[in-house]
């Protein structure tokens, strides 16, 4: 089995590494999980809505141990998070008012529970230039500016380092003003979370 969490901001490509993931796979014993914003009533109260996300995420990770257990030997589950909790640490800092203390203690204690499995763990982030962020930027997002946009690239970027899950990769998704190739970032990803 292999735990694959896909992070970064939103329009830099997520969605479409997962598409190719699934594909090269054939899209055989692959189990996806897309995690967004807490329940909009949970919003206003900022601890209410940390400790509903990561209610959540203790769930996933209850379940991820229930499938390694039971994972046949004849076969590999890939288990994908599109987005997870480390999108807490940014998010949770910029627009709810959390305490980056307060969210690194929740960050490492949830990540304490994975010490206690062997389940192979892989950390892509997508990260691009603040400016071909911003022009990606449909909307839907929080981040609405290039100060908060260069910010948000900024803690991904941190927490994509503070994590405690050893095999991590970093993905500039863009050069110059254009996507790189989606094949090439697919290849990149696949080399990246071989055995």
């Known amino acids: 089995m292999k735990h694959i969490i896909i992070e970064g901001g939103d329009g830099l490509g997520k969605d479409t590494l997962i598409k190719g993931l699934c594909s090269h796979f054939d899209y055989d014993n692959i189990i996806i999980r897309h995690f967004g914003k807490p329940p909009s009533y949970y919003l206003k109260d900022p601890k209410q809505s940390i400790y509903y996300q990561f209610e959540q995420f203790n769930k996933e990770a209850d379940l991820l141990n229930c499938i390694y257990d039971k994972a046949s030997i004849y076969y590999e589950n890939i288990v994908i998070w599109n987005r997870s909790h480390l999108g807490e640490y940014v998010y949770s800092q910029m627009f709810r008012g959390i305490k980056e203390k307060e969210i690194k203690k929740r960050l490492i204690v949830f990540e304490d529970r994975w010490e206690f499995n062997n389940i192979p763990r892989f950390l892509i982030t997508l990260t691009a230039d603040p400016e071909f962020f911003l022009s990606k930027e449909d909307g839907q997002s929080f981040s609405k500016n290039i100060e908060q946009k260069t910010k948000e690239l900024q803690l991904f970027r941190e927490v994509h380092f503070l994590s405690k899950i050893e095999k991590k990769l970093l ?10 190739n989606k094949k090439d970032i697919l290849n990149e990803t696949l080399k990246f979370i071989k055995p």
Not at 171 to 180: A, E, L, M, P, Y
Request: hydrophobic share 30%.
């Open 171 to 180: 993905i500039k998704v863009n050069n110059g003003d254009k996507f790189r």
